[in-house]
């Protein structure tokens, strides 16, 4: 056999993966991330195959336990999975947690609809748990598996697994630790969690999830059970909001896909359209809500036209001004979805697309018939959204304008050289004297430096008029060169964006802190695709600087806290400590080398997991309602990092 060569790429090369080794291999892969939201996606895989044999109709509870030794059990009162003997060889079961794409979702006799597209969720789990035990409650007998980082632990029995014990119930109880060596923390977020049970109950109004956390820190016992359904989901999303209608609620079938809606319009100006597809929440939505925003649109416009709202010289209205002040819930059960992606953020299935816009259309025109009061309020809020659009579009047309894109004229701007987009960087400094010394260090070719000066227009609370008269704003927006989104219309185009990477410097204490959440907020808002295609990132320059008295050691920078308590316990002799409150405090060299310089710099890229609570958590910690703010304050405030 010829022997491979550092840069040779033959028969040799190909490595095959064998088992669940792929899994741990590339972990992202199946669940994300190994982040927090990766760890509870564990749960989520385990949760949504119990909820699987509640749509085949034979479970209508589900045990969710977060242990106190940091492991969950999740147990429903289903049939439980196959114990006899596969063709494998082996127990069913055993099949199931140790193969990829194995499973009864691929057998339309087993469900008629899954939440699962790959059959992979069980195994998953397995692999990257560093112990699971498995409990089949059936044929009057407990049947035991247990697992080590997907690996059998667990003898079988000619090839069955073991039965411990007689019972009378049915179903099937996982128990799983998440494994240190995969995930960044190992410790499962409870808000999360029951946020995904809540939804879940809704989703299914008939059944329970009794959600238990064991944990010493932060027990206590939930039932979730939600018999409105939808409805109930839809009020509970609206909150205290003055409605301007009834819950609209309508369902239908065809092609063999159900389509279950619910919609609500309150006196804000606010959209929220969540996507369901077979109990998954579609965070970037997809065909079903394609299909839904189409014809509702329509709808609308040919009842404008009728009423005499709309004249004949009059364009339609926009969707955006349609779904003005709506928050609505769709949700469908699809007999073979395909989703973008294993943990399932978008559908895809053109035929949802077809089916929710033919139930849709037929089933919110039977309403309107027969409810004229109501869509006379829905047409109203399309008509305050259009009439705001269209004067927000002058004044943003005007304010715009008055400021041209210019190469540090300004005294603000130092741009770089490159016209080339992909390797463009552009860091939004805090002050003078930092934006002075990121000048200086920077290179110049692809690295651009904004200075701002102090806290910008926190957005949340501000009109269109003085957020695009506000001069760091509109310095911004020019210079990123790709528009302006503000809810009512959209000239955002991100193709135009003139910086890859857009940085944001701000000083490690509290004023800093709020400054980059300012930031945040502005580009959240008003710019959400930025964050979304992955071009925000937040600098991490370093808390420390330690250097050593005498011997070899060399000078080392320290980012946080628990570096310094590391170093203090490892280095040996004295060391003079330098703490850096401000970037200002840097000198060109230093900043260039540890905040600037792509080899070395450290940086954290903004990410959005789930986008109906971050939008929720934005107007909690940045709008005008305090007492919500602060009890969400004193309720997390053992969670705040202290600046000392």
């Known amino acids: 056999m010829a022997k491979a060569t550092e840069n ?8 095959v993966l064998e088992g669940l080794e792929a899994v741990r291999m590339r972990p992202g892969m199946y669940i994300g991330s190994t982040s927090s939201r990766g760890l509870n996606h564990l749960i989520y895989e385990i949760v949504d195959n119990a909820v699987d044999e509640h749509l ?46 194995a499973g009864g979702k691929f057998d339309n006799n087993a469900y008629k609809t899954s939440g699962g597209l790959h059959g992979v969720g069980s195994s998953v789990v397995n692999a990257l748990s560093s112990q699971m035990t498995v409990r089949v409650h059936s044929g009057g007998k407990i049947h035991e598996d247990r697992f080590s980082r997907g690996e059998p632990v667990q003898e079988l029995v000619n090839g069955l697994l073991p039965v411990v014990g007689n019972t009378k119930k049915t179903g099937t109880v996982i128990n799983f630790t998440p494994d240190p060596e995969i995930f960044e923390k190992t410790r499962f977020k409870e808000d999360d969690l029951k946020s995904h049970l809540h939804e879940t109950a809704y989703l299914n109004p008939k059944l329970t999830i009794m959600y238990a956390d064991r944990r010493p820190e932060s027990a206590e016992e939930i039932v979730f059970h ?24 309508f369902s ?45 649109t329509q709808v609308i416009n040919n009842y404008a036209r009728q009423l005499g709202i709309l004249k004949d010289k009059d364009a339609n209205f926009t969707g955006t001004d349609v779904r003005n002040g709506m928050t609505a819930v769709i949700s469908i059960k699809h007999p073979d979805p395909r989703f973008e992606g294993q943990t399932k953020t978008k559908l895809d299935n053109q035929d949802a697309a077809r089916v929710v816009a033919k139930v849709t259309g037929e089933e919110i025109v039977h309403y309107f018939d027969r409810n004229l009061e109501s869509l006379k309020a829905v047409i109203g ?21 008055k400021q041209k894109f210019s190469f540090d004229s300004n005294g603000k701007l130092a741009n770089c050289e490159s016209k080339d987009a992909s390797k463009c960087e552009i860091f939004i400094v805090e002050g003078d004297s930092a934006g002075g010394s990121a000048k200086t260090a920077r290179d110049r070719m692809y690295q651009a430096i904004l200075p701002i000066r102090g806290k910008i227009l926190n957005v949340e609370k501000a009109s269109i008029d003085k957020i695009l008269a506000n001069a760091e704003i509109k310095t911004m927006i020019n210079a990123f060169g790709c528009g302006f989104s ?47 295609e992955g071009h925000v990132y937040v600098a991490m320059p370093p808390l420390y600087k330690v250097m050593p008295q005498r011997g070899k050691d060399k000078e080392q920078y320290l980012y946080d806290d628990y570096a310094l308590e590391k170093y203090r316990r490892t280095h040996k002799g004295g060391f003079t400590l330098q703490r850096y409150k401000g970037l200002g405090e840097m000198d060109a060299e230093q900043l260039w ?3 600037l310089d792509p080899e070395r710099r450290v940086m954290k890229q903004v990410t959005i997991d789930d986008a109906r609570q971050a939008s929720a958590m934005t107007e909690l910690l940045m709008g005008s309602d305090v007492p919500p703010r602060k009890e969400f304050i004193h309720a997390h405030a053992t969670d705040a990092e202290i600046d000392s």
């Open 252 to 296: 239908g079938e065809s092609e063999n896909i159900q389509v279950e809606v619910a919609l609500q319009y309150i006196n804000e100006f606010h959209e929220e359209v969540l996507g369901f597809c077979n109990d998954i929440y579609n965070a970037e939505g997809g065909s079903h809500l394609t299909g839904f925003k189409a014809v509702f």
């Open 226 to 249: 939600e018999p409105e359904g939808i409805v109930g989901f839809v009020r509970e999303l609206n909150g205290t909001n003055e409605p301007v209608s009834e819950v609209i609620y």
């Open 8 to 15: 040779s790429y033959n028969a040799s090369s190909i490595r």
């Open 56 to 101: 085949a109709g034979v479970c209508d509870t589900i045990h969710v336990t977060l242990e106190a030794d940091g492991s969950c059990t999740v147990e429903d009162n289903g049939r439980g999975i196959p114990v006899g003997m596969h063709e494998k060889g082996v127990s069913a079961e055993r099949v199931v947690l140790t193969t990829l794409h």
């Open 593 to 595: 080398e540890t905040t």
């Open 381 to 401: 809020c399309a008509e305050k959204a259009a009439k705001i659009r269209k004067s927000e579009e002058k004044a943003k047309t005007n304010l715009l304008t």
């Open 486 to 532: 503000e809810g009512y219309g959209n000239d955002f185009d991100i193709s135009k964006l003139r910086y890859d990477k857009i940085v944001i410097m701000a000083d490690a204490d509290v004023d800093g802190a709020h400054i980059s959440t300012l930031l945040l907020t502005l580009f959240y808002r008003f710019m959400p695709d930025l964050i979304y």
